[in-house]
């Protein structure tokens, strides 16, 4: 009789749960193992079947009052067989943080509110390709690149994530390939904004201003510094709904809705101020 375990992943184990969320549309980035797994190497867990891992989930510990869940596989050879709900519930049985954090497929709401999730509000995936959002943008100003994560880097990310994560925010920032922008005024950070080359084109998060102007400054500076043979490449940012600027400015940029993830908590909703999440950073890691 075959035996199932569940373990934490290994870095290379992370990449093939990488390469199972691309099949499944998900297009992550090209550097997104790497900068996930040296956020929590324990937070990763996959089940294996004779050796072979047949599902893939994620809940990541930021500190012990949040964590975030993602990445929930099973290989389509072993669905329907109950292996994703037995490493589901061993993953949130091991998770020790206070709350703890998802974005879900809508439909599956009902499945999450029986362990215990509550839903917060929804996520909407934009995109558009590089030529045509660069026309509708206003040339950038006042950015500068962002290559480390100072004292008041954080500080900024704090008032816009439910807890400190200087560690994910270093690796993120200087990942290969990452380009990163912060915008100030009068000497503080209004902004800052990363794009990351994808599976499929762009992924732009975190997308943080105080004003919309702002993001789109950022925006524009990021865009900027693609070459010219990247123009017809499509952008993907992930937008809280309940930001109206943020809606509207899809709406200026004339992005498409491609994709809705429903944000859920197990606890409660964190204190963040929505107005100013221009992007989400990930769907994996919150």
């Not at 997308?207 to 102007?213: E, G, I, K, N, Q």
Request: net charge negative; proline share 5%; hydrophobic share 40%.
């Amino acid at each position: 009789m075959s035996e199932y375990v569940i373990r934490p992943l290994t870095a290379d184990e992370l990449q093939q749960a990488v390469d199972w969320a691309a099949h499944e549309g998900w297009n992550p980035g090209h550097h997104d193992a790497a900068c996930f797994h040296s956020t929590d190497t324990d937070g990763f867990l996959g089940g294996f079947m004779d050796g072979e891992m047949i599902a893939s989930i994620s809940v990541v510990h930021y500190d012990d009052g949040f964590a975030f869940l993602g990445f929930y596989i099973v290989h389509p050879e072993h669905r329907g067989a109950g292996h994703g709900l037995k490493l589901w519930q061993g993953a949130l049985a091991n998770c020790t943080a206070r709350n703890v954090g998802l974005d879900g497929v809508v439909d599956q709401q009902h499945n999450y509110r029986k362990s215990g999730f509550a839903f917060a509000y929804n996520n909407h995936r934009f995109t558009g390709t590089v030529a045509d959002i660069q026309r509708a943008l206003p040339p950038s100003a006042g950015t500068e690149a962002l290559t480390t994560v100072s004292d008041e880097l954080q500080a900024y990310d704090r008032h816009l994530f439910p807890t400190p994560r200087d560690t994910f925010l270093q690796g993120w920032i200087s990942a290969p390939t990452h380009v990163s922008r912060v915008y100030s005024e009068d000497g503080q950070i209004k902004g800052y904004a990363t794009l990351r080359p994808c599976k499929n084109g762009y992924k732009i998060g975190p997308l943080f201003a105080d004003r919309a102007d702002i993001a789109e400054t950022l925006l524009a500076s990021l865009l900027e510094t693609l070459p010219e043979d990247q123009s017809t490449q499509e952008v993907f940012i992930d937008m809280p709904q309940p930001n109206e600027a943020a809606f509207e400015l899809a709406a200026k940029l004339g992005l498409e809705k491609v994709f809705e993830t429903a944000r859920m908590y197990s606890d409660h909703k964190p204190d963040i101020d929505l107005n100013r999440i221009f992007g989400v950073t990930t769907f994996e890691l919150g």
